[in-house]
């Protein structure tokens, strides 16, 4: 499975971004999808996933209602929609992939990465 997110740039505060991550390879009903996000600061964190086959989402709660996962089965595509996003939105985003379905929020639960893209946003 190899997975390449795109979509990253610079956006204002207040403003509203989406990234996009490309799947290939074979897909079982199993897998789940992921975003997480990184800072030089902090460790890799868990942003929001789905499953494949249901499309259950699963979001951390600082971002629900800001952030949204979707997914798109015939082009193979995972999406984040990020709205009103804020300085500390910043980041590089990651998306990654969990054959075994999700089994908690940790980077270590998801086997499959994609490279990052960067989110910049200003104030």
């Known amino acids: 499975v190899q997975l390449q997110a795109s979509g990253g740039g610079l956006v204002q505060a207040g403003g509203s971004l989406r990234t996009s991550c490309a799947v290939s390879?074979?897909?079982?009903?199993?897998?789940?999808m992921g975003w997480f996000r990184q800072t030089p600061e902090k460790k890799r964190e868990f942003v929001a996933a789905?499953?494949?086959?249901?499309?259950?989402?699963f979001y951390v709660d600082s971002m629900k209602g800001r952030f949204t996962i979707s997914r798109d089965n015939a082009e193979n595509t995972v999406d984040l929609q990020m709205n009103n996003l804020k300085p500390e939105d910043t980041a590089v985003y990651y998306c990654?992939?969990?054959?075994?379905?999700?089994?908690?929020?940790?980077?270590?639960?998801?086997?499959?990465w994609g490279k990052g893209t960067l989110v910049t946003v200003s104030s």
């Open positions: 789905i499953t494949w086959s249901e499309g259950r989402t």
């Open positions: 390879g074979r897909i079982s009903s199993r897998y789940v």
């Open positions: 990654a992939a969990s054959s075994a379905g999700l089994y908690g929020y940790s980077e270590t639960a998801f086997e499959y």
